[in-house]
């Protein structure tokens, strides 16, 4: 199970396992109050990605991509491909 160092890198490799197969991608976000970390994991089973952070100003960047992910999950164009590949 990697886990990225750096942001950037994190976000690309994320979103290219997303876009390979929508339909099989997963994420998760966990928050640990006991050290103030937070961890997004984004997987399809057979890679997982990790990333971990305790910096507020990640926090802000992981929203953001999180919210960018669930456009796309629910977007038409992807709905319909999906459908299209059953």
Request: glycine share 2%.
């Amino acid at each position: 199970m990697p886990q990225y160092q750096t942001w950037e890198e994190f976000s690309r490799a994320a979103e290219k396992l997303y876009l390979a197969d929508p339909m099989k991608a997963r994420v998760v976000l966990k928050y640990r109050h006991s050290d103030g970390s937070l961890c997004i994991k984004v997987t399809d089973d057979l890679v997982c990605l990790v990333y971990r952070t305790d910096q507020a100003q990640d926090v802000k960047k992981i929203e953001k991509f999180h919210s960018q992910l669930m456009r796309l999950m629910v977007a038409k164009e992807s709905r319909n491909v999906a459908m299209e590949t059953d």
